[in-house]
């Protein structure tokens, strides 16, 4: 169990660019999360896949934002057309299916939309 | 809409004192409730966790929180804070939809 990997740490990108981060959960882990945290709050909830699917997606997941988990083990998010109020930390989660479970969180990446 | 609420944002303390950290969520049905802790630099870890039963839970380094239904509320307390707790705390509640709603967090500073 390496715990949840987020590739990558760091990304700066120009305003308009699109972007792609990776999260690899634990590994016998089947539900996976992304959240959002910006400067001075807590983490916001994007969507989650169980499996492959993908069971919920947040109001603050716009258009531009679009999510995949396609063999149901790695997962990536990607946001197209980046704008500046996208700044922020990207969290991925993982879990256990079952309300009798935490989060394992990664590290996070964070994006700075210059 | 679900929400949580934790009013202290920044608090001070000397290494020794007692820690209580406020946390009221606005939920009415069955909850999980949750502190998370992040260490400068690193990533959110689990503190503790209230599922059901003894409402006063304890967690790892010291930490417990008490479960008051009828207040809405879980607090985390520590009797004695080191300066290695300096960190960000925050409480996060899960409905049965296993979506967390995280408050905005308390930052700690503990001064040797």
């Known amino acids: 169990d390496t715990g949840v990997s987020q590739d990558p740490r760091h990304k700066i990108t120009k305003r308009g660019q699109n972007v792609t981060f990776r999260c690899d959960p634990i590994s016998e882990h089947n539900r996976l999360y992304w959240y959002r945290q910006t400067l001075g709050q807590g983490p916001e909830f994007l969507t989650y896949?169980?499996?492959?699917?993908?069971?919920?997606k947040s109001r603050l997941l716009s258009d531009r934002f679009s999510a995949e988990r396609p063999k149901g083990s790695f997962s990536t998010l990607e946001i197209q057309r980046t704008e500046q109020g996208d700044s922020a930390m990207y969290l991925c989660?993982?879990?256990?299916?079952?309300?009798?479970?935490?989060?394992?969180f990664g590290s996070g990446t964070r994006l700075t939309v210059v | 809409a679900q929400s949580v609420s934790q009013h202290n944002h920044h608090v001070i303390l000397s290494e020794a004192a007692s820690l209580e950290l406020g946390c009221n969520y606005s939920?009415?049905?069955?909850?999980?409730l949750f502190w998370y802790v992040q260490y400068p630099g690193q990533h959110l870890q689990l503190l503790l966790k209230?599922?059901?039963?003894?409402?006063l839970v304890k967690g790892i380094k010291g930490f417990e929180a008490e479960f008051i239904k009828s207040k809405f509320s879980f607090n985390l307390r520590k009797p004695s804070v080191q300066w290695s707790d300096t960190a960000e705390y925050f409480c996060?509640?899960?409905?049965?939809?296993?979506?967390?709603?995280f408050g905005t967090g308390t930052s700690l500073t503990v001064i040797p």
């Open positions: 989660a993982s879990s256990l299916q079952g309300l009798d479970y935490g989060y394992t």
């Open positions: 996060a509640v899960r409905n049965t939809g296993n979506q967390f709603y």
């Open positions: 209230y599922f059901s039963g003894d409402p």
């Open positions: 896949f169980q499996n492959e699917a993908q069971l919920e």
């Open positions: 939920y009415g049905g069955t909850v999980n």
